[in-house]
């Protein structure tokens, strides 16, 4: 990264502390830096869909191709109105984002300011904290409990200076859960003047048993905004579509600010095509619990500790990570280091296809050996 330090510009601190989001390591940087064809990597490092995109999302997004040298629908309309049948919420409910990190960000510009903080668990998702520290407002970051979200404690944190309460269910990068039971209790005592924001980017690959209706509280709690994502289980990362649903008056606050033409024609269409394919969906959900199988009974046989994940992806306990994911680069393959999260004993490692998953065990257990 280029020294900032230089800039003879007067900054406001909080933007001279901040630090860039860590993506994943991109297949192509790899593949260059290790004089490979890309086709050779495999990257699960970002919690992408192994199946990639549904045939229908596919053919919606080709099909949409020849509008790009037009400017997208502000509106959305043909999303929103898509969301609107399918959620069975009115269409005013609904705020569109450039992933759902974007609106992420739009909680903390919307509600956050110095002097006042956001309040999230240990081992809470980057993109809260990066979105937080672009406002110049603190961080309240409260204890986790066996890796997971201690709601009583983060119910106890909350003061006068609270103005967002952030929380991600399944959490990322620990894949920890909390049953929804708990999780209503948590929000219906949360002071009704502090937004709460439950990040739902994996709901989709629950199962079942897990399930509950986060869209029946949004419907009790004026301050509840739940985000969903396009970039999992319907396999849109590249496209970046997420979306937020709130009662109307905060989703109009939300929209106020949401920046204009934040999803593009393309991506609006394939997402449009993806949310009626319940097929593709049970078939990525499906496959991940076969994944998240294989991932468990592979860092079994390499006597390996790992958290059990509701989410796409697996954390597995490799002790110096950072050593251990230079020598999987070095055979050609991507994982996520979450030292940043401090985690720095963990590696967290995406549930990739059969073969990835086979391919990806086979270095792992190469790079452990002494
Ligand atoms: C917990 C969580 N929330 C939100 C996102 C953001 O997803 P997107 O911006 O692609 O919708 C991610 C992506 O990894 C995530 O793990």
Redo the contacts with the bound molecule.
């Keep these: 990264m280029t020294d900032t330090n230089d800039l003879t510009l007067r900054l406001p601190a909080h933007i001279l502390e901040s630090r860039p989001y860590q993506p994943g390591k991109p297949i192509d940087a790899l593949a260059r830096e290790i004089g490979v064809d890309p086709d050779a990597i495999v990257k699960l490092a970002s919690?992408e869909n192994p199946l990639g995109m549904s045939e229908a999302a596919r053919a919606a997004l080709a099909q949409a191709a020849h509008g790009a040298a037009r400017y997208p629908d502000n509106d959305c309309h043909a999303l929103v109105q898509a969301l609107s049948r399918k959620l069975d919420v009115p269409a005013n409910w609904l705020v569109l984002g450039n992933?759902?990190?974007c609106v992420?960000g739009l909680a903390a510009t919307a509600f956050l300011e110095p002097g006042r903080h956001a309040l999230y668990a240990q081992y809470s998702?980057q993109?809260f904290i990066n979105a937080v520290q672009r406002t110049g407002a603190q961080h309240k970051v409260v204890a986790a409990r066996e890796h997971g979200c201690d709601l009583d404690a983060m119910l106890g944190a909350i003061d006068s200076d609270t103005s967002l309460v952030y929380i991600?269910n399944p959490?990322?990068p620990t894949g920890s859960f909390v049953p929804g039971a708990a999780l209503e209790r948590f929000i219906a005592r949360v002071p009704r003047d502090v937004p709460v924001l439950l990040?739902e980017?994996y709901y989709e690959y629950l199962p079942d048993a897990d399930h509950y209706d986060s869209l029946a509280w949004v419907r009790r709690f004026p301050n509840l905004i739940v985000t969903r994502?396009f970039?999992k289980a319907y396999g849109l990362?590249g496209l970046?579509v997420?979306y937020g649903i709130a009662q109307a008056p905060l989703a109009a606050l939300l929209n106020r600010i949401r920046p204009a033409f934040v999803v593009t024609e393309q991506a609006e269409r394939a997402a449009v095509a993806a949310l009626d394919d319940e097929a593709f969906l049970a078939r990525s959900r499906m496959a991940n619990e076969r994944g998240l199988a294989q991932w468990y009974a592979g860092l079994d046989a390499l006597g390996l500790p790992y958290l059990r994940s509701r989410g796409n992806f697996v954390l597995a306990q490799v002790g110096d990570a950072a050593a251990i994911n230079t020598r999987l680069l070095r055979q050609g393959v991507i994982v996520r280091p979450v030292g940043v999260y401090g985690l720095p004993q963990w590696l967290r490692i995406s549930v990739g296809t059969e073969e990835e998953n086979v391919r990806c065990l086979a270095a792992l257990k190469s790079a452990m050996e002494p």
């Design positions: 919690n992933g759902s990190e992420l998702f993109a991600a959490g990322n990040d980017a994502t970039s990362a970046r997420g």
